[in-house]
């Protein structure tokens, strides 16, 4: 069964990645150098990964432009945890696409884009507070919205990989259950996608980005990336052994978002 276990974001910098998003949402961090954890208060699992380093293990090529076709959800209890997550996103040298307010796709919501290009959506289930605000916000919810050609096509992918649907709003709107501590995982279409976080939906090469199943055996990378091919998607690097000793391979999906299955 394939879950989204990690997120890994390709970053130019990771020192000052791991700067921003310390200051910014307060996770749980460890490493160093061109790798660092991000524990998101326990619902989901981010890494920060050198983009040139990142993009050469997985065969891709790093440039990158425009919209990358996914965005991360954070979301929250109340409006004024989102507009102080904004607020200190822009403090510390984000692009704030959308100011925190009202709307109607997640009752108050702001957007900003990160230093590293990652372009985030902070939400709140409610447009009035009920209590003072967190310090730091602490979120309900860390997701993944994949922006897709088509969502059904998407979905049956995921389903075929063991995937379980947990809201389905046919072509606008479909997620998966998520396993304890880990992101959601969310499909919408790519053009729906982008007008709702206020961005062009034009955008060319890499998506800076790699979904993380940790896998327990070198037996299970091999069926996951089986199982890939079998659903319409490709390897895109075949399973081998690292010089660290891991076991791992790529697969894309129908619309080419990269999957790292590995086992230690």
């Not at 307010?101 to 289930?125: E, H, I, N, R």
Request: net charge negative.
């Amino acid at each position: 069964m394939l879950s989204l276990d990690n997120v890994t974001l390709g970053v130019p910098d990771v020192p000052d990645a791991h700067e921003f998003y310390t200051s910014v949402l307060s996770p749980t961090a460890t490493g160093g150098g061109q790798f660092v954890q991000l524990d998101m208060h326990g619902t989901g699992q981010l890494s920060l990964h050198g983009i040139e380093e990142l993009t050469s293990d997985a065969g891709a090529d790093p440039a990158t432009s425009g919209f990358r076709g996914y965005i991360v959800s954070y979301v929250v209890s109340q409006p004024s945890e989102v507009a102080s997550l904004v607020d200190a996103a822009s403090r510390n040298g984000a692009k704030v696409h959308k100011p925190a307010k009202k709307a109607l796709f997640g009752a108050f919501s702001g957007v900003f884009q990160a230093p590293d290009g990652a372009v985030w959506k902070v939400a709140a289930p409610t447009k009035k507070d009920t209590g003072p605000a967190g310090d730091p916000p602490l979120p309900t919810e860390t997701g993944i919205i994949l922006g897709v050609s088509d969502p059904k096509v998407s979905r049956a992918f995921y389903v075929a990989l063991g995937m379980t649907v947990d809201r389905d709003y046919g072509t606008s709107y479909i997620d998966f259950h998520p396993n304890p501590g880990t992101c959601r995982f969310c499909l919408m279409p790519r053009k729906d996608l982008a007008k709702d976080v206020g961005i062009d939906r034009d955008g060319a090469g890499s998506s800076a980005m790699v979904l993380d199943r940790r896998a327990g055996s070198r037996h299970e990378v091999d069926a996951r990336l089986a199982e890939a091919v079998a659903a319409g998607g490709q390897v895109a690097v075949a399973a081998a052994e690292t010089s660290g000793g891991d076991y791992v391979g790529y697969f894309t999906d129908p619309d080419g978002f990269l999957w790292k299955v590995s086992s230690a």
